[in-house]
């Protein structure tokens, strides 16, 4: 079992930035493939990004390609995301996530936080 736990949410004026932290514990969490998905009222989740155990392979959705950054620090089990040149259209639920390995992370992700609330005004 994994738990993960959100952290750094709240409400931004559009091009302005945000560093969302997810917090794991239970097994080992350089063992994990992490990720970020976000999700509005309404519509299915969305899968934004996600990091390679080591931290050396990263993908992007398109929708936040050049705008964020996902990194991990396995020393302090913790992934983030920066968040930079926000737009309204960013606005969700965004919740971190575990697999063990690339492809469930993206299809079926095994863990997830309990989300966090990103806010952009326009």
């Known amino acids: 079992q994994v738990q993960l736990v959100e952290s750094g949410g709240g409400l931004v004026q559009a091009g302005g930035s945000l560093r969302l932290s997810c917090a794991a514990s239970?097994?080992?969490?350089?063992?994990?493939?992490m990720g970020w998905f976000r999700q509005v009222p309404g519509k299915n989740r969305e899968f934004v990004t996600k990091?390679?155990?080591?931290?050396?392979?990263?993908y992007y959705a398109d929708s936040v390609k050049g705008r964020f950054t996902i990194s991990r620090d396995n020393a302090k089990n913790t992934v983030y995301l920066q968040m930079n040149s926000l737009k309204p259209e960013d606005t969700a639920v965004y919740y971190c996530?575990?697999?063990?390995?690339?492809?469930?992370?993206?299809?079926?992700?095994?863990?997830w936080g309990q989300g966090t609330q990103v806010t952009v005004s326009s």
């Open positions: 990091i390679s155990w080591s931290g050396g392979s990263t």
């Open positions: 996530a575990a697999a063990r390995n690339r492809v469930l992370l993206t299809t079926s992700p095994e863990y």
């Open positions: 239970g097994r080992t969490f350089s063992a994990y493939t």
